[in-house]
Each structure stands twice: as C-alpha cells, then as structure tokens.
Nanobody, 117 residues
Framework: QVQLVESGGGLVQSGGSLRLSCAAS????????MAWYRQVPGKQRELVAV???????NYADSVKGRFTISRDNAKNTVYLQMNSLKPEDTAVYYC???????????WGQGTQVTVSS
C-alpha cells in the first residue's frame, strides 16, 4: 500500500505560480505512471499531466506550456509546477500513481488551488 500526500495548494492571483508536491510513503518503481488530475464541483476529474516511468510527459491542451510535471526519485516526490495561472485552473488537484504491470492504483487526498482574477 502506498500513501500519496499532496501539498502546495492555495490562493494565488491570476498570472501567478504554484508548485504542488506529491510525496509517496515509499519508493514507487519506474513501472508506475505518475499523474496529476483536477476536479471542480459538478464536473468529471480531468487529467492535467502525466509522466511515465521512462520520463515521457504529456499534458492537457489547456495547460501545455504553463505546467510542468517532474519527479524526484530520491525524495519519492512528484511535482507540478504551475505558471501563468488562470481562474479556470481553480480546482482540487489530485496526485495519482498507476501501475503499468497490475491493476494497482493510488490517489492522494487532493489539494485546493484557487486562482483569483
């Protein structure tokens, strides 16, 4: 069992930056894909950014060029650097770890990001 704990959310003005962190309770192997999702009330959770164990990344069109996902294996932590934030980025952001070798999947508890106009 792996616990994922997000941090770094908060209130920021439009155009500002935040860095979210997702700390894992133990080492996550490279067979896991790490991702950030976000959700607003009344809408489905949407994929924001994903990073494979091999280092490949992909982003939702709405955040390309503004968000960067990265991973520090020594700290068992995944980050989401968010720049040029917009009010429409307001959501609860969730960290996800999904095995590519089994059905195992883990979620964090979420961290609120609010961008004021």
């Amino acid at each position: 069992q792996v616990q994922l704990v997000e941090s770094g959310g908060g209130l920021v003005q439009s155009g500002g930056s935040l860095r979210l962190s997702c700390a894992a309770s133990k080492t996550i192997s490279s067979t896991y894909t790490m991702a950030w999702y976000r959700q607003v009330p009344g809408k489905q959770r949407e994929l924001v950014a994903v990073r494979t164990g091999g280092g490949n990344t992909n982003y939702a069109d709405s955040v390309k060029g503004r968000f960067t996902i990265s991973r520090d294996n020594a700290k068992n932590t995944v980050y989401l650097q968010m720049n040029s934030l917009k009010p429409e980025d307001t959501a609860v952001y969730y960290c996800n770890a999904r095995s590519t070798m089994s059905v195992l999947e883990y979620w964090g508890q979420g961290t609120q990001v609010t961008v004021s106009s």
